[in-house]
């Protein structure tokens, strides 16, 4: 089996992109050794092809590369449909277009208050200050958790957070199984006192009745659990990504600063040049060939949604931040098919009120050091660390 590349190697902000490019002329259906050997789709057709054939494709037997799912099956994502789809039903409503923009102001405090005390310092790391606490604290409210809880939730999803973006599977265990603590005690609270389905995730789910039973406890728990850090991780890199886009562009910023009408655009445009995943997985049922290679059933997949939404047969000037692109439905920044992801409006939402707030945050802001990229299954900043400009 040839080795095409090599997911180890040592990577800067920038360079995975370029790999990906090269990839996606010369090699677009990739085999690495990496992590007991894996496949990789770098064509957008083709990612798109496999995420919405579910019935070729599983997500059951292993959804990210490398495997960081070590302690039992996380509904919707490890469940094949019609099984996960109970899960999905459970938490849509909670993640209604009404429901998300209800949310706003909350998101907005939150943001006002963390830059707030980077701004006192003049600056920080846009990830470990910002954006990987901002979307914990919503979650935290989004789930009715108490203050202790979020604070805990806080700290083990940072650890959780830093352990499976640098490729650290000892903590990442570790940290994984204190979040299953954090979703156990979730659920034992609602399930002794429930809240109303329509206002609590944890509630509905407990709910949901499925042939006249109940959801099985266990994966009530794991979907607690996924629900956690589904929306953590994704959101803390983006923000990142977004800091280092404006700093190296100014007119952008200047541009964006001065017309906050283009920052729903200007999310989704960064959302698809710089789409934080690029390791979720499927694994075939049967041999299936694509672009005239043979992947044998059973081999791990990797969907490298960061190389699709680059790919220059869909978008013209791939590589260039372009606020007006015509096609940016195109994009499969939060997936195709039946696993899309069903936070996607919370997460455009928390997107574009950060970086609202950013922009509102000081006159201007620059990199202070180079950005500390994070490492497979997610692409985009760790670490990204700024200096607040009071004059321009």
Known sequence: ??????????????????????????????????????????????????????????????????????????????????????????????????????????????????????????????????????????????????????EQLAAIGQRYNIAVQSNDV?????????????????????????????????????????????????????TIRQVLVVGLIAPSVMVGSIAVHLSRDRALQTQLRENRSLLPAAVDEFLRLYTPYRGFARTAVRDVCIRGRTIPAGEPIALVYASANRDEAVFEDADRFRIDRPNIAASLAFGRGPHMCVGAGLGRLELIVALDELLSAAPGFTLANEPQPTRFPEIGALSAPIRFEHEV
């Open 1 to 150: 089996m040839s080795h095409d590349f090599d997911p180890l190697s040592v990577e800067t902000f920038d360079s995975p992109h370029d790999d990906y490019r090269r990839l996606r002329a010369t090699c677009p259906v990739a085999h690495s050794d990496a992590w007991g050997g894996f496949w990789a789709l770098l064509k957008h057709e083709d990612v798109a092809a496999v995420a919405t054939d579910w019935q070729t494709y599983l997500t059951s037997q292993q959804n990210v590369v490398p495997k960081v799912a070590f302690t039992g099956r996380r509904p919707p994502l490890h469940l094949d449909p019609p099984d996960h789809t109970p899960y999905r039903r459970a938490l849509a409503p909670l993640l209604s277009e009404r429901r998300v923009a209800a949310l706003e102001p909350v998101i907005r405090r939150i943001c006002r208050d963390l830059l707030a005390a980077m701004v006192a310092r003049g600056g920080g790391d846009i990830c470990a200050d910002f954006s990987s606490r901002m979307p914990v604290a919503v979650f935290g409210h989004w789930m009715n958790l108490s203050e202790p809880a979020v």
């Open 170 to 222: 000892e903590d990442t265990r570790i940290a994984s199984a204190a979040l299953y603590e954090v979703a156990r005690d979730i659920v034992a609270a609602r399930r002794a006192a429930p809240l109303a389905t329509e206002t609590d995730a944890t509630s509905a789910l407990l709910a949901v009745q499925v042939d006249g039973a109940p959801l099985p406890d266990d994966l009530i728990i794991g």
